[in-house]
Nanobody
Framework: QVQLVESGGGLVQAGGSLRLACAAS????MGWFRQAPGKEREFVSA????????LFAHAVKGRFTISRDNAKNTVYLQMNSLKPEDTAVYYC???????????????????WGQGTQVTVSS
């Protein structure tokens, strides 16, 4: 049973930073998505199996970074210069074994975490 467990969400003022972590029970290409109230789930960032290739949504490019520690099977999303519009539940997701590239398409992910709330106050 593959498990993804997010941590690191919370309440922060605009301009602040948070680091999310996603601990997996194995090593997969991973992505982060978010869903704000009343909106569809949207892509945030992704990283390939080795960590050598990353993708970012336009809305977060230059503010967020994604990295991974393969010894710990953990992926991180460092979020800087946070804005109120970044408020959402953030989900990490994993691709199946053998699909090692990053992807912005949620249909390419087969494993999902339970989500962690990020709230940015103005």
């Amino acid at each position: 049973q593959v498990q993804l467990v997010e941590s690191g969400g919370g309440l922060v003022q605009a301009g602040g930073s948070l680091r999310l972590a996603c601990a997996a029970s194995g090593r997969y290409a991973m992505g982060w998505f978010r869903q704000a109230p009343g909106k569809e789930r949207e892509f945030v960032s992704a990283i390939n199996w080795s960590g050598s290739s990353t993708l970012f949504a336009h809305a977060v490019k230059g503010r967020f970074t994604i990295s991974r520690d393969n010894a710990k099977n953990t992926v991180y999303l460092q979020m800087n210069s946070l804005k109120p519009e970044d408020t959402a539940v953030y989900y990490c997701a994993g691709r199946s074994v053998g699909n090692n590239g990053p992807s912005s398409d949620p249909v390419h992910y087969v494993y999902w975490g339970q989500g962690t709330q990020v709230t940015v106050s103005s």
